[in-house]
């Protein structure tokens, strides 16, 4: 993986490759960049299964993460390409060109994190939260207590623990 890491960081601005064992490595590019080294990993280096799209809400730095993750089958290697979007002005670059199910996986990012993707098919059209109107539910901003609150009614009867004291109690019956 560092021979790939060496050979592309001539032609993309890479971040120090992260290798987390085994077959599999971490990079961050910058966003403008970003189709460039994908397409390289897919047309000369054989990176040519899009394992996922996800994103990280880094909201204390004002930074969405996305990560996209891909397998060379014949080398058995992983490599995920980390990429920084501002959180004010969260849009990724579409690859659903690249990758036809990474359309899936971008509807999925604007719905639950409000992350866009200019031109990707249907990426307005509700996908998994039929009828939302609230902040994206994967930022962490959002409140999912209050929410819960608003949203369902209290069942009588129903206790709640808190997990630190419910757990402590759980483990040492005895308080010790």
Known sequence: MRHLHALLKQRHSL???EPKGGKLAFVT???ENLRGLLTELRDVHGFTHLVLLTAVDWMEDGLFQLTYMLNNRGRDMTLGIRVMLDRQEAQGDSIHDLWPTAA???RELKEMFGIDFPGSPRIDE???LEGWTDLP???R???SLAYSQQTYAERPGRVTHDPREYMKSKLY???V
Request: hydrophobic fraction near 25%; charge should be negative; proline fraction near 14%.
């Open 15 to 17: 971040g120090q490759l």
């Open 29 to 31: 590019v910058p966003r």
């Open 104 to 106: 899936t996986y971008q």
């Open 126 to 128: 509700e996908f998994i």
């Open 137 to 139: 539910p994967y930022r």
């Open 141 to 143: 901003d959002f409140d």
């Open 173 to 175: 019956p005895d308080g």
